[in-house]
C-alpha cells in the first residue's frame, strides 16, 4: 500500500532522513523503533506533505504522492497522528472529532459524520462521556484517545501514528495499543514509530530500526527482539 524508496529529507539545510526505503503492504501493522531524534516523525510528517523539502518517492496504492499538499494526502485516505497529540485544546472533544471530518463537509458527504463519531466513542467509550468537556483539560491518555479518534474521523486506508505512549500511563498505553490492534485487525493498515520498542514490537507484522535517519535493522518482530543490538539499546539487556 505504502512504498517509500530513496528518501531524503531537509529542515532548511539539515539532512533529517537519508536514503530511506521502507514498505508497508495493506492489511500490516509496521513499526518502527528509534531513539529521540532518529528521525521517525520526519519520516512521517513526509508521507503526510508536511515537510516539502525532500526528495526520492512515496508511493501510495502505486501513486507518486511525494508532492501532493497535506489536505490532498487526508483526502487520499491517509491520516496522522502526530507527536504531541496537537489537539485543538480550546474546543470540546466533539468538536475536535468533527473537525477530523472536515473533508466531508467539504465533499457534501457530512450525513457520515454522526456514524464515524458513533464509532470513535465505541473505540473509546470514556470520550463519550467527555464530549462537551473542552479537550485541553483531559488527561494525557483522555488526550491522546482522541486523536487517535480524530484521525479515525477521516475513515483513513492508512493511519500514521506518531509516538502514541509519550507521557502516558502504561495501563493506559496497553488500552491504545490494543485498539490499534483492533484497528489493524478491522482492515486499517498502519505505519507506527515508537521509542517503546517492545510495545511496538509486539503488535507488528515488520519493524525497522531507525538511527541518525538511516535505516539500520529490518526484519521480522521476533528476529529483532532476539537481536543483541536490539536487546541492549532499546529493550533495556
Do not use: W
Not at 58 to 75: F, Q
Request: glycine residues 10%.
Amino acid at each position: 500500500m505504502l512504498r517509500i524508496e530513496g528518501l531524503n529529507a531537509y529542515y532548511g539545510n539539515i539532512q533529517a532522513i537519508e536514503n530511506v526505503s521502507i514498505h508497508v503492504p495493506r492489511g500490516k501493522l509496521v513499526s518502527i523503533i528509534g531513539a529521540n531524534g532518529a528521525g521517525k516523525s520526519t519520516l512521517l510528517k513526509s508521507v503526510s506533505g508536511l515537510i516539502r523539502k525532500k526528495n526520492g518517492c512515496i508511493r501510495y496504492k502505486e501513486n507518486d504522492i511525494s508532492s501532493v499538499p497535506a489536505d490532498r494526502i487526508v483526502s487520499l485516505g491517509i491520516s496522522l497522528v502526530p507527536e504531541g497529540r496537537q489537539l485543538f485544546v480550546h474546543l470540546t472533544v466533539e468538536d475536535n472529532l468533527r473537525l477530523g471530518a472536515y473533508h466531508y463537509y467539504k465533499d457534501g458527504t457530512r450525513s457520515v459524520v454522526g456514524e464515524n463519531i458513533r464509532r470513535a466513542y465505541q473505540m473509546f467509550p470514556i470520550l463519550e462521556k467527555r464530549s462537551r468537556q473542552i479537550a485541553g483539560t483531559l488527561s494525557g491518555g483522555e488526550q491522546q484517545m482522541l486523536s487517535i479518534s480524530r484521525a479515525f474521523m477521516a475513515r483513513p486506508e492508512l493511519i500514521l501514528l506518531d509516538e502514541p505512549s509519550m507521557g502516558i500511563a502504561p495501563l493506559v498505553v496497553r488500552e491504545i495499543f490494543n485498539v490499534v490492534k483492533i484497528l489493524n485487525d478491522s482492515g486499517t493498515t498502519v505505519l507506527l514509530v515508537e521509542q517503546n520498542a517492545k510495545a511496538a514490537l509486539k503488535i507488528a507484522h515488520y519493524a525497522y530500526v531507525l538511527e541518525s535517519g538511516k535505516v539500520v535493522l529490518e526484519g521480522l518482530p521476533r528476529e529483532l527482539l532476539n537481536n543483541p543490538k536490539v536487546k541492549e539499546v532499546y529493550l533495556g539487556g
